[in-house]
T-cell receptor
Framework: KAGVTQTPRYLIKTRGQQVTLSCSPI?????VSWYQQTPGQGLQFLFE???????NKGNFPGRFSGRQFSNSRSEMNVSTLELGDSALYLCASSFTTRDTEAFFGQGTRLTVV | QKEVEQDPGPLSVPEGAIVSLNCTYS??????FMWYRQYSRKGPELLMY??SSGNKEDGRFTAQVDKSSKYISLFIRDSQPSDSATYLC???????????WGAGTKLIIKP
């Protein structure tokens, strides 16, 4: 079966712009989590959605937001981009929020210049 | 103190060596322990998970948990260049199952 699909794979934006990243989970998975990965901070949890509701949220500013659609696809948005937002953004899906095995997409590499 | 600590490496070993990768954690209530592998330019993939203490073996990989020391290990026997990747430990919180991640250890297997 198809894995987790993230689009786009690469993105270059300038400071102050906003960006929207997309994630299509594995068919049947209803939980989608987003992570930011940087060399200095490692994997940091952004938020988790299940059945179109945000269930958990990490410690990120309000510029980072997300949503989930009825087909479980998810988007995350970052407004007023800063240089420090340059990172690999990873999406992971699982059947439920209690499912400890998460399947990751290949990520979106965001570079802010 | 971070809840999960992991040496970022890099760890470089010759092909065929036994590799030991480790994490320590602070919360004695943690029960599930997971190891993910991440190749360059890819997302992490689940390699193994263990519940509570003891060992779990899968081919050349063995995961070990020592709850008394709050120490988890991943051993790789007969290491191959294809094992070169970053290995991350992850522990789900009992309250909301959110994964707490180690920093990841970059492993390099030299042919």
């Amino acid at each position: 079966k198809a894995g987790v699909t993230q689009t786009p794979r690469y993105l270059i934006k300038t400071r102050g712009q906003q960006v929207t990243l997309s994630c299509s989970p594995i068919s049947g998975h209803r939980s989608v989590s987003w992570y930011q990965q940087t060399p200095g901070q490692g994997l940091q949890f952004l938020f988790e959605y299940f059945s179109e509701t945000q269930r958990n949220k990490g410690n990120f500013p309000g510029r980072f937001s997300g949503r989930q659609f009825s087909n479980s696809r998810s988007e995350m948005n970052v407004s007023t981009l800063e240089l420090g937002d340059s990172a690999l953004y990873l999406c992971a899906s699982s059947f439920t929020t209690r499912d400890t095995e998460a399947f990751f997409g290949q990520g979106t590499r965001l570079t802010v210049v | 103190q971070k809840e999960v600590e992991q040496d970022p490496g890099p760890l470089s070993v010759p092909e065929g060596a036994i590799v030991s990768l480790n994490c320590t954690y602070s919360n004695s209530a943690f029960q599930y322990f997971m190891w993910y592998r991440q190749y360059s330019r890819k997302g992490p993939e689940l390699l193994m998970y263990t519940y509570s203490s003891g060992n779990k073996e899968d081919g050349r990989f063995t995961a070990q948990v020592d709850k008394s020391s709050k120490y988890i290990s991943l051993f790789i026997r007969d290491s191959q260049p294809s094992d070169s990747a970053t290995y991350l430990c992850a522990i789900p919180r009992r309250s909301n199952y959110q994964l707490i991640w180690g920093a990841g250890t970059k492993l390099i297997i030299k042919p």
